[in-house]
């Protein structure tokens, strides 16, 4: 089993930044055995969206909306996962998940929420204009 904790979320003005922190706690081999990790979002009265993904070998993929302007990345030794957003848009604002796989037959890169076996509690993002 894996745990994973959202934190980093909070109100930011248009244009600003933000960094979200995904923890992930469990037994050790379920955490090194982790193939896929993504980001996603939904906003209210919207279905979820993928933002980014990372596999373990450091591949990224990236929404078209977020291109260039979020990064996601890893921290093996903390086992942390990161989102660092610039140049934030009102459109940005949703709850953020973090979400873990151990799968590899399905393709990290683009993989639909509902390929996803863990999930974090999310943590909100508000961007005003």
């Known amino acids: 089993q894996v745990q994973l904790v959202e934190s980093g979320g909070g109100s930011v003005q248009a244009g600003g930044s933000l960094r979200l922190s995904c923890a992930a706690s469990g037994y050790t081999y379920s955490i090194y055995s982790i193939y896929c990790m993504g980001w996603f979002r939904q906003a209210p009265g919207k279905e979820r969206e993928g933002v980014a993904s990372?596999?373990?070998?450091?591949?990224?993929s990236y929404a078209d909306s977020v291109k260039g302007r979020f990064t996601i990345s890893q921290d093996n030794a903390k086992n942390t996962l990161y989102l660092q957003m610039n140049s934030l848009k009102p459109e940005d604002s949703a709850m953020y998940y973090c979400?873990?796989?151990?799968?590899?037959?399905?393709?990290?890169?683009?993989?639909?929420?509902?390929?996803?076996?863990?999930w974090g509690q999310g943590t909100r993002v508000t961007v005003s204009s």
């Open positions: 990372i596999d373990s070998d450091g591949n990224t």
């Open positions: 979400a873990a796989d151990h799968s590899s037959f399905v393709r990290c890169q683009g993989r639909p929420w509902i390929e996803y076996k863990y």
